[in-house]
């Protein structure tokens, strides 16, 4: 490192000039813009899909700056908060705004990052060299996860104080020390106030503060390696005389104007929901939660938000007679990997053994079905961050893919999203049946993944992005 | 002296770790507010339930009616735990491990705390046997869980094959009179 010099600019130069040259000798302001946008070179044939990761951004800043006038004016106590969130609806001038378009944001942000985890899984974008965007990403859906649900206990309504006992409760399904951890994350016996007030500072606090330091390690990982494209092929393969990829642009201005229309259009689409239907039939804001929390009586139908709903699913679809089901599914998934993996024989050996462990603890005289359904519903999510590892596919976008793997993520979103709706709807026989065979459906998708990745006839792959100047 | 200094700061570290951890738990406040409460059940007819709250979870009280009563040996088959032998939250308490799962003095009267065993919503009442929805056409009249479908017979014992792992918990409790109980407690020196 030399000595500090400062940098010298002809006596004609500009006030601004002059202040930028005196703020990048002592801090890298214009080397950060250019690293992280400014200069950041990304594919040219980025599509519609593309504008999901910079719409998330600005969820996040809507939901911080929104969040940070509501707790001026709520109260985190048991006594007062539903009072309190009434009085930012109907007495605090344009409380009911912000307050709508918090709630409204919630919603949105799953949306946006739903979407945007579509196109990640569509074109491949977590493959090698990406795993650690992937796994940042996941983290962050989790942080978000925690977020809703932290949240949504803060109105104090009938439907957050259900909603925090079943999930609460959730950790009371481990062996031993369930009671006690259930306890410990309550701090009473039952939830109180001192759940809502630790749940309010998990979420105004803790959790946006993980969520940044996450969003910040996304998109360095991310313009450390460089973005995908909708062909899943490397850019950075044909370099260009200056030293970027032939077939990438600066991401300003070129980006920054698309990123702007997609904005603009996404506000659009907001402002009619906060404005008309802020509780979007009871999927956004449920009408049970306009009801004061009632510890003595749980509402006749109670659902988790939409954005929980598949996962809910998977939970409610565990009962004594599935995990007999389950058992056989575990025995034959073991039968198939001695047969047709190329696996070490210590690691078959190991996942045999495993398979065994889980069988014998799947009997109802060891570990009962709601423990297991606790288990799948956490592995329902958690399998989320094994995709790099899972998909063995010699293309990264389902373009160059035989045809029948796109018909198998259609069944696949419908797979999601039927768990999604009857997670929504009250339990039926039917119903039941119907989601544990989409739960059945849900994790084959991905457990025998590493065979059916590979299997069909492959579209070669171009060595330049296929582009059509509009 | 590397290693000196990481073990003490280390020790310091999992000392202000374990105290942060620690104010978690349940305060003392919420500690002492688990006393026991009295009921007066005169104005309880056969075939009603009056809802008391117990340790911030809803006990309910109700009188069976005969009819109700005989379902209670009809179903014992479909249950998953007819005689209570699994583990509960709360112990069930020796005087209450019968069919009816209630003291002998009033076997008509059950006590139990209104909250399902699989994540703890409070199911909600129906009583009425018959056909009804999301229920069974042979219902024989108990309860339904809204979060999970889990059912119960009408001594809060879990039908075969919910959600619900366990029958639901049964207070201690004992009559003071004919018409006045006590939950939370079976003995008079003081708390269970």
Redesign the interface.
């Known amino acids: 490192m030399g000595a500090f010099e400062e940098t010298q600019l002809p006596s004609t130069a500009s006030r601004p000039e002059k202040a930028l040259a005196w703020v990048d000798d002592r801090f890298p302001l214009s080397k950060m813009w250019k690293e992280q946008w400014g200069s950041y070179y990304a594919p040219k044939n980025f599509n519609v899909w593309y504008l999901f990761g910079s719409l998330s951004m600005l969820v996040l800043v809507l939901q911080i700056v929104t969040g940070i006038f509501l707790t001026m004016h709520y109260k985190p106590d048991a006594a007062l908060a539903f009072g309190s969130v009434e009085y930012i609806m109907r007495e605090v001038p344009w409380g009911w705004l912000v307050r709508y378009m918090h709630s409204t944001g919630a919603s949105a942000f799953f949306i946006v990052v739903y979407l945007h985890m579509t196109r990640a899984l569509m074109y491949g974008s977590y493959r090698k060299p990406r795993e650690l965007i992937w796994l940042f990403g996941f983290a962050i859906f989790l942080c978000l996860m925690a977020e809703a649900f932290f949240g949504y206990l803060l109105p104090w309504g009938q439907m957050s104080y ?1 909603g925090a ?6 950790f ?1 399904a481990i062996p031993v020390i369930g ?1 006690d951890l259930s ?8 939830v ?1 106030d ?1 759940t809502l007030n ?1 749940f309010f500072a998990f979420h105004v606090i803790a959790l946006p503060l993980v969520l940044l330091g996450l969003v910040a390690a996304h998109l360095i990982a991310l313009h450390e390696v460089g973005s995908n494209n909708p062909d899943g092929i490397e850019v950075k393969d044909n370099m260009g005389p200056d030293g970027n990829p032939i077939d990438a642009v600066p991401s300003h201005p070129y980006y920054t104007t698309k990123d702007l229309f997609g904005v603009s259009v996404f506000l659009l689409l907001f402002s009619a929901v906060v404005f008309f239907a802020p509780e979007m039939g009871g999927y956004f804001l449920e009408y049970n939660n306009f009801l004061p929390a009632d ?8 659902a988790p938000t939409w954005y929980f709903t598949p996962f809910y699913s998977v ?2 679809a ?4 599935f995990m007999y089901v389950v058992m056989a599914a575990v025995a034959l998934y073991v039968v198939f990997v001695w047969l047709k993996s190329r696996l070490a024989y210590r690691i078959k050996v190991a996942i045999a053994v495993l398979g065994i462990v889980l069988i014998v603890g799947m009997l109802p005289q060891v570990l ?3 423990f297991w ?1 606790v288990v799948l519903f956490g592995s329902s999510v958690m399998i989320l961050a094994f995709m790099p590892w899972l998909d063995h596919s010699p293309a990264r976008s389902l373009r160059y893919r035989p045809s029948w793997h796109s018909y198998l993520y259609v069944v696949f979103g419908l797979v999601f999203v039927t768990l999604g709706y009857l997670g929504t709807q ?3 026989a039917a119903y ?1 049946i119907i989601s544990q065979v989409c739960t059945l459906a849900y994790f084959s998708f991905f457990l025998l993944m590493p065979w059916w990745s590979t299997m069909g006839t492959f579209k070669p792959l171009p060595t330049r992005l296929t582009f059509t100047p509009h | 002296m590397l290693v000196a200094t990481c073990a003490a700061g280390g020790v310091v570290g999992v000392a202000t770790a374990g105290v942060l951890v620690s104010t ?4 003392e406040r ?1 500690r002492a507010a ?1 006393a026991p409460v009295e009921v007066d059940i005169s104005d309880v007819a056969p075939g009603e339930m009056k ?1 008391v ?1 117990w ?4 006990v309910w009280i109700l009188r069976r009616t005969p009819a109700m009563m005989a379902t209670l040996t009809e179903v014992q088959d479909e249950l ?1 735990d007819p005689a209570s032998d699994k583990e509960f ?1 709360l112990p069930v308490p020796p005087y209450c491990k019968n069919p009816q799962r209630a003291r002998k003095e009033h076997p008509e009267v059950l006590v139990t705390v209104g909250i399902c065993s ?7 009442s129906r009583l009425a046997a018959g056909p009804q929805p ?1 229920l069974p056409n042979d219902w024989p009249g108990g309860f339904l ?5 889990s059912t119960f017979d009408l001594s809060g014992r879990v039908f ?6 366990t029958n639901m918990d049964i207070p201690p409790y004992m009559y003071l009179s004919d018409n006045k109980l006590i939950i939370g407690t079976d003995n008079e020196k003081g708390e269970a």
């Not at chain 1, 006992?165 to 959730?170: A, D, F, G, H, W």
């Not at chain 1, 510890?295 to 109670?302: D, G, Q, R, W």
């Not at chain 1, 565990?318 to 007679?321: G, L, N, Q």
């Open positions: 259900w006992q079943v999930i609460v409760n959730l009371g009671g306890e410990w994350i309550r701090g009473d016996y039952v109180s001192a630790r510890s003595m009586k749980t509402p006749a139908h109670i939970l409610r565990t009962t004594a007679d009962d079905a709601k359904g009250l339990p039926t039941t | 978690f738990q349940p305060s919420a688990g809802v709250e340790r911030g979870k809803p998953a939250q699989h994540l703890g919503c409070s199911p909600s999301n869980c809204p979060c999970h479908g075969k094959n919910k959600p619900a792992p």
